[in-house]
């Protein structure tokens, strides 16, 4: 695990049910920003089917410990969690509000999906997702929003900054209503 002094790997967490707000549960990345490289082109590329199969095993491993049900990948929201990563690569910044959204329900709704809840995951870092997974499954606060009980869906995206060292993620969990 990352010591947190290093900062080595900036990760946020964000739970909603409408929106990316706080919470009582100190989860919510709402309001932090995090400029992780500089901003210019970005190299944004769909989801790949790899991609998504890594995510849904890390994420199901975690929730079967906790005998949460599976998750099953919804195309949407790696397609939400993919352009929201692009944008935040373009900006080179690390926050959970968009250039055009202010957090994931409205990211995911944009793409057709009814969200009764919706949580994300984002990191900015030089690391590949087995990392990246794996952090988010060591940290509470990232644990909280796949622990969300009533979450069914996932999918994640990844963009690599302008700098071509600095990888952007998001990974959104959602049920839908």
């Known amino acids: ?53 890594a995510g849904v095993r890390a994420t199901n491993a975690l929730r079967a410990r906790s005998n949460l049900p599976p998750v099953t990948a919804r195309r949407e929201l790696s397609v939400a969690a993919a352009q929201h990563a692009c944008d935040m690569a373009e900006r080179g910044r690390m926050t959970h509000a968009g250039s055009r959204t202010s957090g994931p329900a409205q990211r995911v709704k944009a793409q057709g999906y009814a969200p009764r ?19 988010w499954n060591n940290s509470p606060g990232h644990q909280a929003n796949i622990l969300i009980s009533p979450v069914r869906h ?17 990974a959104v969990y959602a049920a839908p209503r």
């Open 1 to 53: 695990m990352i010591h947190p002094k290093t900062c080595i790997l900036p990760l946020l967490a964000c739970m909603a049910i409408s929106a990316c707000a706080p919470t009582g549960s100190g989860t919510s990345g709402s309001g932090l920003d995090i400029q992780a490289s500089a901003a210019g082109p970005a190299s944004c590329s769909p989801t790949t089917a790899a991609q998504v199969a």
């Open 117 to 135: 809840v919706t949580a994300e995951n984002i990191a900015a870092g030089p690391f590949d997702i087995e990392r990246v997974l794996a952090e």
């Open 154 to 170: 996932f999918g994640i995206g990844h963009a690599m900054g302008a700098d071509g060292k600095t990888r952007y993620w998001a």
